[in-house]
């Protein structure tokens, strides 16, 4: 149980029931517990008694008493989402606050919905995020779905538009790790390759990587610029890199760091499987117990926040696949700088 404590109601809060304001700041507890706190005195706005209904305004007090702190998993969410997901998704929240919503994307999971995938995807699993909002969060970025790490969600339409606004103007800083085949040379650089889709029959999604002295001559291929820097390495097979997309295409890592010839380890569609350098670049399979999974996690997302204004800094750990292998290897998170282009 917590102690007792006090809180005041923000200035983007006010004009609501009480009993929702509740709801949002404490999402374990219970509407019957409200009404019996209300009815005892235990809740109390700037000194007194009030009911579950009543409405709060910007800057009032609230008294809070002793409240249970865990919340299971809901077993039932409007939309259907099994018990399993629900926990699944909400075990993912890195961070929250009535504002913004921090996931570390589980690997295997896509952002959005597509083909043959139903409901299983960030986006369609995000009513069991509400956390006692009435709208659901909304996505203001993606993740592809074999790769990991911090996705933002939005609580509101007005957050939602400001942080569309601060990923357009490139105001967030995105690192992601990666285990790579080989060793990129220079240590630290900038890749400038243009992208377009691929097309063909069979291609999917599948991004082409174009001279940037030819980007304005193709059709639809769009500038693209990914820094890098080499953090740790293994001989001259793989290197731990950190990645940071300065803009933000389709699979823009993937296709960039195959073109360079260090393609990202599990990365079947851009690195092929090959684990033998047979002269025209490294293959992205090293074999033994390293994980055939992409190894591309999204680290940390730095960013001024929407409301506050302060500076908001998310770092989420490996998924298990890639710990196994940095473990392997005998890499450790805190060896590494956590922006290693900060001083570049």
């Known amino acids: 149980m917590s102690g007792v404590q006090t809180r ?61 702190e865990g919340a299971p998993a809901p077993a039932v969410v409007r939309s259907g989402i099994s018990a399993n997901d629900a926990e699944m998704i909400q075990q993912a929240v890195l961070w929250k606050d009535q504002h913004i919503i921090a996931l570390n994307k589980p690997p295997g999971l896509p952002s959005q919905g597509g083909s043959g995938q139903g409901g299983h995807h960030v986006d369609g699993l995000s009513e069991a995020l509400c956390f006692g909002y009435k709208e659901r969060p909304m996505l203001v970025h993606r993740l592809d779905k074999d790769t990991s790490g911090v996705l933002l969600l939005a609580r509101t339409a007005r957050v939602a538009r400001r942080l569309s606004e601060a990923f357009r103007a490139r105001q967030t800083r995105k690192i992601y790790w990666a285990l790579v085949a ?38 639809g291929a769009k500038r693209a610029t990914t820094d890098y820097a080499v953090l740790e390495r293994l001989a001259g097979r793989a290197t731990w890199v950190a990645l940071s997309p300065i803009t933000g295409r389709t699979h823009q890592l993937r296709a960039h760091m195959a073109e360079i010839g260090h393609p990202i380890i599990g990365d079947g569609k851009y690195g092929g499987a090959a684990q033998e350098n047979m002269g025209d670049g490294w293959g992205a399979g090293i074999g033994g117990e390293v994980s055939r999974k992409l190894h591309l996690h999204a680290r940390s997302l730095r960013l001024e926040h929407p409301v506050t204004g302060a500076m908001l800094s998310l770092t989420a750990p490996l998924p298990e696949h890639m710990a196994r292998t940095w473990s392997l290897f005998g890499w450790r998170d805190g060896d590494v700088p956590a922006d290693p282009f900060e001083d570049a």
């Open 8 to 68: 005041q109601v923000g200035t983007d809060e006010g004009a609501q029931r009480l009993d929702r304001w509740l709801k949002r700041q404490f999402p374990q507890i219970t509407q019957g517990l409200i009404e019996k706190a209300c009815r005892k005195g235990d809740i109390r706005v700037d000194g007194g008694r009030v009911k579950a209904s009543t409405r709060i305004e910007a800057g009032q007090s609230v008294r809070i008493p002793p409240l249970p």
């Open 182 to 219: 080989g060793v990129p040379t220079p240590a630290m650089g900038t890749i400038r390759y243009g992208l377009v889709k691929s097309g063909g029959r069979g291609a999917g999604e599948k991004m082409r990587c174009i001279h940037p002295g030819e980007v304005d001559q193709v059709e």
